[in-house]
Nanobody, 115 residues
């Protein structure tokens, strides 16, 4: 089993920034991709961004140029830096990985963007 723990959510004003963390119970290099998803109120969970093992990132169009994924190798942590946050970014954010053992999700962290 892989344990994932997200943190860093909170309340921020429009235009503000937050940095989410996803701490894994094993090396993040174990997985080809570390992914971030979010679930907006009343909506299905949607993909936000991925960090490939080689360090490259991919982003949903809705967050491109505002969000950045990165990793801290020594701490087995993946980050999601979120800038210029808008009310439509309000959601619970989840970290996800997948390998031969299955899919693993964290418990999520709430991000609320409001004035």
């Amino acid at each position: 089993q892989v344990q994932l723990v997200e943190s860093g959510g909170g309340l921020v004003q429009p235009g503000g920034s937050l940095k989410l963390s996803c701490s894994a119970s094993e090396s993040t290099f174990t997985f080809s991709n570390m992914e971030w998803y979010r679930q907006l109120p009343g909506k299905q969970r949607e993909w936000v961004a991925s960090l490939h093992r080689d360090g490259s990132g991919r982003y949903a169009n809705s967050v491109k140029d505002r969000f950045t994924v990165s990793r801290e190798n020594t701490k087995d942590v993946v980050y999601l830096q979120m800038d210029n946050l808008q009310p439509q970014d309000t959601a619970v954010y989840y970290c996800k990985v997948a390998d031969g053992r299955g899919l693993f999700w964290g418990q999520g962290t709430q991000v609320t963007v409001s004035s």
